[in-house]
């Protein structure tokens, strides 16, 4: 007998979440060294919001929901931003129970996620969650604890080089318009003189002979040479010296009578 291609809507569902994730699905393992480390956070967590009130969006859930914005969705899926990520959570039963909200709980509206996301990932907490994810018994194992590298890269700063202009206030100022034009042809421009006026704390900096230069930042990695793991990241500003430095202060961190070993490229 045929099947009626007919779709009726139910007043209740039945439906376990936990149900639908296959159990070899690899987010599974990803999920539970997540929670492991959360649940080392919750001390943190509880002194970083008040007792009274209106409830925020849970920390565990921004981290989770941060985690695959960052990386897990980036590489598996490329969503690619936090609207994206929202609208893929309404209708993905997968990044629900990733996150933690059940089949009847609405999604957060882009904007309030990202605000309270960027409240609460400061650098402390981001380090805190590195630091206890690479605690756990499963990762530890993995580490190496004597042969590293170190490389940086560049992280583009959300200012337009129109808002690069000198810090004694000279200078034309771009024409009339939304997006006015402006001729730096001939004008000498560097760090010691010019600032942005939307992002004080981006620097003009170029990667080497030949490419442009652009208002950055510099992000600097340690990984472990056993597995190719992250062990520490950092963000400084976009200087000459600013790779080495952040490599010889990790090192100091870690000094000890061990034998360490770090390499690193020409920079």
Not at 228 to 238: Q, R, Y
């Amino acid at each position: 007998m045929r099947g009626t291609d007919e779709r009726t809507g139910s007043l209740f569902s039945y439906v376990d979440i936990e149900a639908r994730i296959p159990a070899a699905h690899p987010l599974r393992r990803i999920r539970d060294l997540t929670n492991s480390a959360l649940a080392r956070l919750d001390k943190k967590f509880a002194d970083l919001y008040a007792t009274e009130g209106r409830p925020s969006i849970a920390p565990e859930r921004l981290l989770r929901a941060s985690l695959l914005r960052a990386s897990l969705l980036q590489l598996f899926y490329s969503i690619r931003s936090e609207r994206q990520l929202m609208e893929r959570m309404d209708f993905d039963l997968l990044l629900r129970w990733f996150v933690g909200l059940g089949i009847d709980d609405s999604v957060w509206d882009p904007s309030v996620f990202s605000k309270n996301r960027d409240r609460l990932v400061t650098t402390e907490i981001a380090q805190d969650f590195l630091a206890a994810l690479l605690a756990e018994p499963k990762i530890k194992r993995l580490l190496s604890h004597a042969h590293f590298s170190g490389d940086g890269t560049l992280l583009k700063a959300w200012a337009s080089m129109k808002s690069f202009r000198p810090k004694d206030g000279s200078g034309d100022p771009p024409e009339c318009g939304r997006n006015g034009e402006q001729d730096f042809r001939g004008e000498k421009r560097s760090n010691e003189t010019h600032q942005s006026t939307t992002d004080p704390d981006a620097r003009l900096y170029r990667k080497g002979s030949g490419h442009e230069s652009r208002l950055c930042y510099l992000a600097h990695a340690i990984m472990e040479n056993r597995n190719g793991l992250a062990i520490c990241g950092e963000v400084t500003h976009a200087t000459g010296t600013a790779e080495r430095a952040a490599a010889l202060a990790w090192l100091d961190e870690r000094r000890s009578r061990r034998r360490i070993t770090l390499g690193g490229d020409k920079a």
